[in-house]
C-alpha cells in the first residue's frame, strides 16, 4: 500500500509540473494583445515570441528527455523548474522584444522536460497502465489549461502580462522544492528485467530503421504541432484580430478547443486501453479533427457553432498522445526514452514553426483566391451560413497551413498496423 502510494505521489508532482508547462503556453496566449501592445510587436514578432519558444523547447527536451534515466529524475526536474522560474522573472520584467525573447527561451528550456519528466515516471511506476495514464495526464493537465482559460474569459480578465508571470516565478520556486523532495530517483526494482546496454548513437539507429516509429512521429508532430500552433497562440490572435472580439470573449473560444482535448484524451485512452490496440482510436480522432478544420477554414460560423467546431477540433488532436503508446508497444523498451524525446520534440518544433509561418502570412497581407471563392459558394449555398468578411478571408490565409498539416497526420495514421498493447507488472518505484 505504501509503495502504491509513492507511485502516485510522484506521478501527482510530475502531473503538476507538465500542467504548469501547458499552463505557460496558455497563459501567453492569453496576456499576448496586451503582451503585444506594451511591447508594441506586429504579428511576425509575436509569432517569433512564440515560435522561437517551442523550438526551444524542443531542443530542450530532447537533450534532457533522454537524460531521463541517466539523471535522477528529482535533480533533472527540479533543477528545471528553477530555471523556468528564473525565465518567467526575466519575462514580467521585459521592456523589449530581445528581454522578452531572452525570458522566453530561459523559460522553454526549464519547461522543456516537463511532459517526459511525467511519461518517465508513468513508464517507471505504472507501466501496465501506461496508455490510460498518459492519457490522463494530458487531459488533467489541460483542464488546468482550460480552467485558466475560462478564468479569462468569464470574467473578461485584461491585465498586464507582468503580474501574472511574477506569481508564476513563485509558483515554480516552490514546485521544484516538492519535485526534488517527492518525484523519486532512478528506477531500481526487483521486477525490472535487466536490458542490453547501448549506446546513444545505437538507440537512434534502432529508431531510425523502425516505420512504426516514423509514423508515431509524424502522426504526434502533425496533431500536437497543431495545438501548440493554434491553441498556444493564434486562436487567440484569430479572434481579436479578425473576429473583433476582446481577449476574455475570445478566451473562450480557446477553452472549448481544450475542453476537447480533455474530454477526447479521457476516451481515446480509455479507448486504446479496452481495445489493447491503438490503430481505430486513432484513425477515428484524427478524421474528426480533419472534418474541425475543414468547416472552420471554409465556413463564417455564427458564435456558437464556432465553440462547438473549436471543440471538436480539440477533440480530434487529443489522439496525438497515442503515439507515446506506439513507442511503448512497437519498440525496444532501451530506446523508449530517446524515441519519445524525439516524438515529442518533433511535435513542439513543427507547433513553433507553425506559429511564426502563420505570423509572417498574416503580416504579408497574403490572399488564397480559392479558399475565398469557396467560402462565398457555401454562403450563397446555405442560408444560415454567415456572408465572409474581409476578416474572416484573412482569417483563412493564416488558418489554412493547420488544415495541411492536419491531413498529413491523419494520413500517417491509416498506415498503422495493429499490435495488441502489452501488459506489464507495476515495478517498486524508484529509491530515493
Known amino acids: 500500500m505504501a509503495e502504491e502510494k509513492k507511485r502516485y505521489t510522484a506521478w501527482i508532482f510530475a502531473l503538476i509540473f507538465f500542467a504548469a508547462s501547458i499552463s505557460n503556453s496558455i497563459l501567453f496566449a492569453l496576456l499576448s494583445p496586451n ?25 530542450g527536451q530532447l537533450a534532457l528527455g533522454s537524460l531521463l534515466g541517466p539523471i535522477s529524475p528529482r535533480y533533472l526536474l527540479g533543477v528545471s523548474a528553477i530555471f523556468a522560474a528564473s525565465g518567467c522573472a526575466i519575462f514580467a520584467s521585459s521592456h523589449s522584444f530581445g528581454s522578452a525573447l531572452a525570458g522566453q527561451l530561459l523559460i522553454a528550456l526549464g519547461l522543456s522536460s516537463s511532459f517526459l519528466g ?74 525490472t528485467i535487466p536490458t542490453e546496454k547501448s549506446s546513444l548513437a545505437g538507440k537512434l539507429k534502432l529508431c531510425v530503421k523502425s516505420r512504426p516509429f516514423w509514423l508515431a512521429f509524424v502522426f504526434y508532430s502533425c496533431l500536437f504541432g497543431v495545438i501548440v500552433a493554434y491553441l498556444d497562440l493564434w486562436d487567440i490572435q484569430f479572434q481579436v484580430a479578425f473576429f473583433r472580439k476582446t481577449p476574455g470573449e475570445s478566451a473562450l473560444f480557446n477553452t472549448a478547443a481544450s475542453l476537447g482535448i480533455i474530454i477526447g484524451s479521457f476516451i481515446v485512452g480509455a479507448w486504446s486501453q479496452h481495445r489493447g490496440d491503438y ?38 488532436l487529443s489522439s496525438a498522445i497515442l503515439s507515446l503508446t506506439i513507442v511503448q508497444s512497437e519498440l525496444p523498451k532501451k530506446v523508449h526514452a530517446i524515441a519519445s524525446a524525439l516524438i515529442v520534440t518533433g511535435g513542439f518544433i513543427l507547433g513553433g514553426i507553425i506559429q511564426t509561418l502563420i505570423g509572417l502570412s498574416l503580416d504579408q497581407d497574403i490572399e488564397f483566391a480559392y479558399i475565398r471563392s469557396l467560402s462565398d459558394l457555401l454562403a450563397n449555398f446555405f442560408d444560415s451560413v454567415q456572408q465572409p468578411t474581409e476578416g474572416f478571408y484573412k482569417y483563412q490565409a493564416g488558418f489554412q497551413l493547420i488544415g495541411i498539416i492536419v491531413i498529413v497526420g491523419c494520413i500517417s495514421s491509416l498506415l498503422l498496423s495493429s499490435k495488441k498493447l502489452l501488459k506489464r507488472r507495476s515495478p517498486k518505484i524508484g529509491n530515493s
Open 35 to 59: 503582451l503585444a501592445a506594451e511591447l508594441d510587436l506586429s504579428h511576425h514578432a509575436l509569432g517569433i515570441l512564440g515560435g522561437y519558444y517551442f523550438i526551444a523547447y524542443s531542443i
Open 118 to 191: 511525467v511519461v518517465y515516471v508513468i513508464g517507471r511506476d505504472l507501466p501496465s497502465r501506461f496508455s490510460l495514464m498518459v492519457a490522463i495526464s494530458q487531459g488533467l493537465s489541460n483542464f488546468a489549461a482550460a480552467s485558466l482559460s475560462l478564468l479569462f474569459g468569464v470574467f473578461d480578465v485584461e491585465v498586464s502580462f507582468r503580474e501574472p508571470y511574477f506569481a508564476a516565478t513563485l509558483f515554480l520556486l516552490c514546485l521544484a522544492i516538492l519535485l526534488f523532495l517527492f518525484i523519486g530517483s532512478r528506477q531500481n526494482s526487483v521486477n
Open 279 to 316: 490503430v481505430i482510436p486513432a484513425r477515428v480522432f484524427s478524421f474528426s479533427a480533419i472534418i474541425a478544420v475543414a468547416i472552420l477554414l471554409s465556413i463564417h460560423l455564427p458564435d456558437f457553432l464556432t465553440l462547438a467546431a473549436n471543440f471538436l477540433l480539440g477533440f480530434g
